[in-house]
């Protein structure tokens, strides 16, 4: 039996299209996939501040920030450069003058301590107890300075060098002091030469030392006392930019809309004026009493020292003169220079006394060293005498002369002593009063700067504000 097609798997047969009929052609396949590119964020945004800027109310937008912007940084600039400039008058009073005042005394104890020793050295066995204390206070004054100043100049290298200078000597001196003294008391000869090395050793090694330091210390405190006096300039250009940028925002508004004053922005500008007129007045004023406390004090007060610390130097060397038995005339003759340096020449008002004398300014400055200066005189008289008596070899009644505490060269030196400390002190007290007053002027400006900022940056933005809303 023949087994029929299986229709399942046949292909249909091939039929063509009828005649006439177009055949229609294949579709292209479309065109693959591309996702739209966007442009960065901060492209974006570039454009559409570009868009906002080129209407009014972005402009006045754009204003009002940078008016608040200027307005804050003026107050942050001028509270920060006030208070740098407070710390440094802080610094002045607190740190740098007293430092300097203590490398002063270690060098004026360190003169002392060699003058009191070879006055008890003259005195032989006949010294009193009062000389043998003064040079041991001054001694231990010296020492407890010293050390005071090597915990508070760490970090300075060259004060730190100058410490070690004294530390190192100090006690070499005082060790050939005391051997002088116990030749001098068994009455050898030996005594004289080991007082003349340790003077020696205190002229070449201790005081040049302790000069440098007190130098090294008061220039420190002059660089802090002009960084306190130094200008605002940052804070000042500040506020003459913002009070200017207010100035030329008030004129467009009343351009723009014939209104005469913005309530917000004239506050600004009120509040700008006040903090830059309490800049440069309170700055004026602070610059004036620094000034003072430079000039009055600082400057007098270094004076005093050169000229006290000279005062006790010329008195050893009228004592080691004395002690040299006609071999001394060599610190005779630095003792005439010394006075030089101090007084100006015989007969004339010169010398840093004279210097002194004419910075002070009020009758308790002037007084004292007036009467130094007398003082210096008769005590000039009283070393030529002493001088005439050692030539013609009255040794003993020239030492009487120089060391006997009535109508000699040792109540004039006293004399000279006691009023040069009263003018340092009345100096000191000049200048510490000066410096505070200078702190204190600036002391509201710092927090009042930047309250009015705020208060003026607030103002700006309200004042724009109100503008703004009139487009809503």
Known sequence: ????????????????????VPVPHASAPPPPFEPRQHQPVWIEGARRAREVAGTEPGRLLIIGAALAALIMAFGVTTAWQVHDRRSSASTVIEHSEPL??????????????????????????????????????DIQMASELVAKAAANSEGAEYAQYQITILNRELPRYTGMVESARVNNRQGLPLGGAYLRYANDQMTAELLPAARK?????????????????????????????????????????????NRVLNPGLVGATVVTVITLGWLVGGHTMARSDFTDAHKEGAVSMSILTDAWTNVLRARGDENIWLVGRGSGKDYDAIYEKRMKAIAGERGERGGLLAQALAIADDRAGSEPVQEAIAGVNTWREKHRDARTKEESGDYQDAVSLVIESKDSSEEAFNKVDKKLREASVHEQGQFLGAARDGRDTLGGLPVGATVLAVLGALGALLG???RLSEYR
């Open 1 to 20: 039996m023949t087994q029929p097609p299986d229709v399942r798997t046949a292909p249909p047969p091939a039929t063509s299209p009828p005649a006439g």
């Open 100 to 137: 300097a005042r203590d490398a002063a005394r270690i060098y004026r104890s360190l003169a002392d301590a060699n003058t009191t020793a070879s006055t008890g050295f003259l005195a032989g066995g006949n010294e009193s107890l009062a000389v043998r204390k003064r040079y041991e206070q």
């Open 213 to 257: 330091l007190y130098k090294t210390e008061i220039d420190a405190a002059y660089d802090d006392y002009h960084g306190a006096r130094e200008w605002p300039l940052s804070a000042l250009g500040l506020g003459v930019v913002t009070l200017g940028a207010l100035v030329w925002a008030q004129r467009r508004h009343y351009h723009r809309t």
């Open 464 to 466: 724009i504000g109100r």
